[in-house]
């Protein structure tokens, strides 16, 4: 598949910062550790890891790691405990035969269908290993979230190619509340996103009226 124009992917940079901070948050919350000894020697499972930058850091902190996307546009290479598979998720899901402690879908569901979302939540918990956790950040589904993310980030801010998101596959919490209690899973923890275009930079907000994480274990 085609590469992706690398200025594209800086948006999802800028929010490694902040996707490290709120795993931070809810590990010390949920397991009373830092987040640097909870990933010391933790099975990753990175669904949509666009260049495998974000995913190499939790290797670094001693994780076996494994990434996959639909689009060749990795910046790492394979190594030891570490490796990147260009699949789309049903191909790996057909072919996997490992568990996972902890699965990141970071800015992944959204671009997923109703059918697809159906085909891997049904999957998640056959691939996780006891005590998983799942850490995910995604777009809410309303006019503003529509507005800000498809008017101003695409089409005026230029942040992502246009057509990047289809707004009617944007997912409210409690839709994804939903999903993970169909397939007896239980979401935890959501919390909004905030997006600053002059500083370029994300924070943890209490409003998840567009961008939020959500954290769902087994």
């Given at each position: 598949?085609?590469k992706?124009?690398q200025?594209?992917?800086e948006?999802?940079e800028q929010m490694?910062?902040i996707?490290?901070n709120y795993?931070?948050?809810?590990?010390q919350?949920e397991?009373?550790?830092?987040?640097y000894?909870?990933?010391?020697g933790?099975?990753v499972?990175?669904?949509?890891c666009g260049?495998?930058k974000?995913?190499h850091?939790y290797h670094e902190l001693g994780s076996?790691c494994?990434?996959?996307?639909?689009t060749?546009n990795?910046?790492?290479k394979?190594?030891?405990?570490?490796r990147?598979s260009?699949?789309?998720?049903?191909?790996f899901?057909?072919?996997n035969r490992l568990?996972f402690?902890?699965?990141?879908?970071?800015?992944?569901?959204?671009?997923?269908?109703?059918?697809?979302?159906?085909?891997?939540?049904n999957?998640?918990?056959?691939?996780?290993?006891?005590?998983g956790?799942?850490?995910?950040?995604?777009?809410n589904?309303?006019?503003?979230?529509?507005f800000f993310s498809?008017?101003?980030?695409?089409?005026?801010?230029?942040l992502?190619?246009?057509?990047?998101?289809?707004p009617?596959?944007?997912?409210?919490?409690s839709?994804l509340e939903?999903?993970?209690?169909k397939?007896?899973?239980?979401?935890?923890n959501?919390?909004?996103?905030s997006?600053?275009?002059?500083?370029k930079?994300?924070?943890?907000?209490?409003?998840d009226?567009?961008?939020?994480?959500?954290?769902i274990?087994?």
């Amino acid at each position: 598949m085609k590469k992706i124009d690398q200025r594209y992917y800086e948006p999802l940079e800028q929010m490694m910062a902040i996707r490290h901070n709120y795993m931070a948050k809810v590990i010390q919350n949920e397991f009373g550790i830092s987040i640097y000894d909870f990933f010391l020697g933790k099975k990753v499972l990175d669904l949509g890891c666009g260049t495998g930058k974000f995913l190499h850091g939790y290797h670094e902190l001693g994780s076996d790691c494994v990434g996959v996307d639909i689009t060749n546009n990795f910046f790492i290479k394979n190594k030891e405990k570490f490796r990147l598979s260009n699949l789309d998720f049903n191909h790996f899901l057909k072919k996997n035969r490992l568990k996972f402690d902890v699965i990141f879908l970071f800015e992944f569901l959204e671009h997923l269908t109703q059918k697809q979302r159906k085909i891997l939540f049904n999957n998640l918990r056959k691939i996780m290993n006891s005590n998983g956790v799942i850490f995910i950040s995604t777009l809410n589904r309303n006019p503003i979230s529509k507005f800000f993310s498809i008017n101003i980030a695409e089409n005026f801010l230029k942040l992502l190619p246009k057509d990047t998101h289809d707004p009617e596959l944007f997912l409210k919490p409690s839709e994804l509340e939903n999903l993970a209690k169909k397939n007896n899973l239980s979401l935890k923890n959501t919390q909004g996103i905030s997006y600053n275009p002059l500083l370029k930079s994300f924070r943890l907000s209490n409003i998840d009226l567009i961008n939020y994480f959500a954290t769902i274990s087994n």
